[in-house]
C-alpha cells in the first residue's frame, strides 16, 4: 500500500489568510484526490488533481478557492485561500494505485480565527 | 450525480452482537462500494469492498452485500467487540471515476462490554 505524507497535520490561521497543503506519496499513483471533512461529518471530494493539468473541481468548489497543483505521479497540493472560519475542517488527500482501494493521508486539521 | 445515503446515524449494541449498516445509491453506474473504518482523529482505512459483479463478499466477521437492482448494500459485522466502536463510511464510485467516492454520511457504532 502506497504511504503518504501530509503536510502540516495541523494549522491554526487567521482570517483573509492562506494555507497550502502538501501530500507526498512514496510511489506513483494513478489518481490523487482531495476532500474536506468538516466537524463531525462525512468526506466530501473537493477535486481530481490530475498531473501536469488543472484539477476537476466538484460542484460548490472553485479553483480560486482551492487551487490545487500536481506537478508529478507523487505530489500534489491544495490551497485553501483567503479563509474564513466556515473554512475549518480536516482536509484529506487520497491516493489510488492503479485499480486498488484508495488510500488516504493522516489529514490536516485547519481552524482558522 | 451520485447519491449515497446511510442508516443508521448512530448505533449501540452489545458486544458479541452483530451490527448492521445499510447504504442506498442513486447512480446506476456506480460499481465499486467501498466500507471506510475511522477512529476518533484517524484517517479512514478500508475495511472491505465489493464491486458490481459480486453479491457478496465475506473477510472473517465482517461481511458485505450488494443488491444492484435494488441499488442498495449493507454491512455486517458479527460478534462484535468494543475494538469496533468508530464510525463507519459507505461509499460507491463508478470506475471511470478513477475511484472519486460519494460518501454516504457516517454511522456511528458503539460496541459496549
Redesign the interface.
Same mark, same amino acid.
Given at each position: 500500500s502506497a504511504v503518504i505524507s501530509q503536510k502540516p497535520s495541523r494549522d491554526i490561521c487567521q482570517r483573509g489568510t492562506s494555507l497550502t497543503i502538501q501530500c507526498q506519496v512514496d510511489s506513483q499513483v &494513478?489518481?490523487m $484526490?482531495w476532500y474536506r471533512q468538516q466537524p463531525g #461529518? /462525512? !468526506? &466530501? !471530494?473537493i477535486a &481530481?488533481a490530475n498531473q501536469g493539468s488543472e484539477a476537476t473541481y466538484e /460542484?460548490g468548489f472553485v479553483i480560486d478557492k482551492f487551487p490545487i497543483s500536481r506537478p508529478n505521479l507523487t505530489f500534489s497540493t491544495l490551497t485553501v485561500s483567503n479563509m474564513s472560519p466556515e473554512d475549518s475542517s480536516i482536509y !484529506?488527500c487520497?491516493v489510488?494505485q492503479g485499480?486498488t482501494?484508495? $488510500? $488516504? =493521508? #493522516? =489529514?490536516t486539521r485547519l481552524t482558522v480565527v | 450525480g451520485e447519491n449515497v445515503e446511510q442508516h443508521p446515524s448512530t448505533l449501540s449494541v452489545q458486544e458479541g452482537d452483530s451490527a448492521v449498516i445499510k447504504c442506498t445509491y442513486s447512480d446506476s453506474a456506480s460499481n465499486y462500494f467501498p466500507w471506510y473504518k475511522q477512529e476518533l482523529g484517524k484517517r479512514p482505512q478500508l475495511i472491505i469492498d465489493i464491486r458490481s459483479n459480486v453479491g457478496e463478499k465475506k473477510d472473517q466477521r465482517i461481511a458485505v452485500t450488494l443488491n444492484k437492482t435494488a441499488k442498495h448494500f449493507s454491512l455486517h459485522i458479527t460478534e462484535t467487540q468494543p475494538e469496533d466502536s468508530a464510525v463507519y463510511f459507505c461509499a460507491a464510485t463508478p470506475s471511470n471515476s478513477g475511484y472519486a467516492l460519494n460518501f454516504g454520511k457516517g454511522t456511528s457504532l458503539l460496541v459496549t462490554p
Open positions: &494513478t489518481m $484526490f #461529518q /462525512s !468526506l &466530501t !471530494l &481530481t /460542484s !484529506l487520497s489510488v485499480k482501494e484508495a $488510500f $488516504f =493521508g #493522516q =489529514g | -
